[in-house]
């Protein structure tokens, strides 16, 4: 239990924090985009460059890893999608935010700063391939939406949108120039490498208040379709960590402190991004607020209890 106390409660504090903030007036809604915009334009990029340029490539594609992580993700998609189509009915652009909401973990704003402070500086590679695998799957997803959305303009167009987007997406781009200039092999300049550091210690921390400050603003959101919500977060708290276990063990085995950081990550809740992918197309707003509102509280019972499992092993003290 020192595990949950040390690392989950901190980290659960400063959302809370960011929530109180929020519900008490101190700041309203435009703080929380432009602490967002930081941290997404600003703080993140530079954590993700030097995760990726000091592992390298070969450290880096952990294939086990990717296949357990990605793999319990997409098997978790096509379930919450098979069940909307079964009990709702619903049409191609729900069934994909179904899937999204219940497989999209949120491995940046919250996987990060959660695995760092609980397994120290050797779990960014992880949770940094993790962030780079979920920042691929919501631009395929996005890829998805804009074809529904623009099918009559043709799939070169709608995939050009979505390419463009993706180039421009900082998540994605850092960690795979960081990995360039590793092939490179060129030590890093030391001001680079002391303004990056500083930069994305920043990231963690404003991250987590990021977070409870949408919380904070998202509150009111669940006046409907609370069931709904139930099942997607069962699946993404509860199913899609026990799939990544048993593909990491079973199907892709690999050594212990990856699995652990891919069942930890796994578990995490549905990360904002899902929201900004639902915003853009005006399909299931409500519910993804929702879902990540719910997510995110509950979220603390199934980390504890693997922090707890996982902590006393790999903890950094």
């Avoid at 700041?27 to 030097?50: C, D, M, Q, R």
């Avoid at 592992?55 to 296949?67: A, C, N, V």
Wanted: include cysteine.
């Amino acid at each position: 239990m020192t595990a949950v106390f040390n690392v989950a409660l901190p980290v659960f504090a400063i959302i809370l924090a960011g929530v109180l903030v929020r519900r008490g007036g101190l700041l309203g809604p435009a703080s929380s985009e432009a602490l967002n915009g930081f941290v997404y334009w600003i703080a993140l990029p530079p954590l993700l460059f030097l995760a990726m340029a000091r592992s390298g490539i070969r450290e880096t594609l952990h294939w086990p890893f990717i296949g357990a992580f990605f793999g319990s993700a997409l098997a978790v998609w096509l379930l919450a999608a098979a069940i909307g189509l079964v009990f709702y009915r619903a049409r191609p652009a729900i069934l994909t935010m179904q899937g999204a909401n219940a497989s999209f973990s949120n491995t940046a704003y919250v996987g990060i700063p959660l695995l760092s402070a609980a397994f120290g500086e050797a779990a960014i590679a992880p949770a940094t391939l993790a962030t780079v695998i979920m920042a691929l799957a919501i631009g395929a997803q996005a890829a998805v939406l804009e074809l529904i959305a623009h099918s009559g303009r043709g799939l070169g167009a709608a995939l050009t949108t979505v390419g463009r987007a993706m180039l421009r997406n900082p998540i994605l781009v850092a960690p795979i120039a960081g990995l360039a200039w590793s092939a490179i092999g060129l030590p890093l300049p030391r001001p680079i490498v002391t303004l990056f550091e500083l930069t994305g210690a920043a990231a963690g921390p404003c991250a987590l208040f990021a977070i409870g400050l949408f919380l904070g603003g998202a509150a009111g959101r669940l006046a409907d379709g609370l069931a709904e919500v139930s099942w997607i977060t069962i699946l993404k708290l509860l199913v899609q960590p026990l799939v990544c276990y048993w593909m990491a063990t079973a199907l892709f085995p690999m050594d212990p402190f990856w699995t652990a950081c891919a069942v930890i990550l796994a578990a995490l809740p549905t990360g904002a991004l899902a929201f900004v992918v639902a915003q853009t197309y005006g399909t299931y707003e409500k519910r993804t607020s929702a879902v990540i509102l719910v997510s995110t509280v509950v979220s603390i019972v199934p980390l504890a209890v693997l922090l707890a499992i996982y902590g006393p092993i790999f903890g950094s003290g």
